[in-house]
């Protein structure tokens, strides 16, 4: 059972405009959560993360937003440029029996920024 | 080096083959941590060492799979008897501190594309 969703596989948006992508968690002792972006053939790099003590992070065109209550957080990419076109993965990790701060991806989105 | 590398970036194998997949980790880095990541799937866990020391392995898929560190620094992941199901891209990952509250960090490599034929 998947412990961390991305229920849109792929989200197209025009240049300028705002991207949101979305993702949900099941687990409750997960404290740390973080944004990934992957271009083909390449590692996942690092972008955004927060932490469970805090509802908003912000790094320049990118905002992390949690909501814990409703195991919810998002990403929105503001403006959308085309070079942000790849696969964004939501990750967390916790403090929780047997973890070791090992991350638990969901399966990504494919974000598509048209110019 | 500024980021972590892994070798080789390709490797394609015969069925029951052995291979050895290598990752350099940051410079200084204390977490270093193995995923496997399916077509189409996000990265899952495989393994986890501090320092030299392999704290968990609860992701290894079977007794296949081996990994070490024995240095602290590089680390390799063994995979023996290759089977097809064992094609996929494999990530290391390094972060800086080692957190019980998963705070730190990770970046990955490019990974190892592993395909079994």
């Known amino acids: 059972d998947q412990q961390v969703k991305q229920n849109s596989p792929s989200l197209s948006v025009q240049e300028g405009r705002i991207s949101i992508l979305n993702c949900d968690y099941t687990n409750s002792m997960f404290d740390y959560f973080l944004w990934y972006k992957k271009y083909p053939a390449e590692g996942p790099t690092f972008l955004i993360s927060?932490?469970?003590?805090?509802d908003k992070n912000e790094d320049g065109r990118f905002t992390v937003f949690l909501n814990k209550s409703a195991k919810h957080l998002s990403l929105h990419i503001v403006p959308s440029q085309p070079g942000d076109s790849a696969v964004y993965f939501c990750a967390a990790s916790g403090n929780y029996g047997g973890s070791q701060g090992n991350l638990i991806f969901g399966k990504g989105t494919k974000l598509s920024v048209k110019p | 080096g500024a980021g972590v590398s892994q070798s080789p970036r390709y490797k394609v194998a015969k069925r029951g083959q052995d291979v050895a997949l290598r990752c350099d980790p940051i410079?200084?880095?204390?977490?270093l941590f193995w995923y496997q990541q399916a077509l189409g799937q996000g990265p899952e866990f495989l393994t986890y060492f501090q320092n030299e020391a392999q704290l968990d392995k609860s992701g290894l898929p079977s007794d296949r799979f081996f990994a070490e560190r024995p240095e602290g620094s590089v680390s390799t992941l063994k995979i023996q008897r290759t089977q097809q199901e064992d094609s996929a891209v494999y990530l290391c990952?390094?972060?800086?501190?080692?957190?019980?509250?998963?705070?730190?960090?990770?970046?990955f490599g490019p990974g190892t594309r592993l395909l079994v034929l």
């Open positions: 927060i932490s469970s003590i805090k």
């Open positions: 410079s200084g880095h204390v977490s």
């Open positions: 990952a390094s972060s800086l501190i080692f957190s019980r509250s998963g705070a730190g960090t990770q970046y």
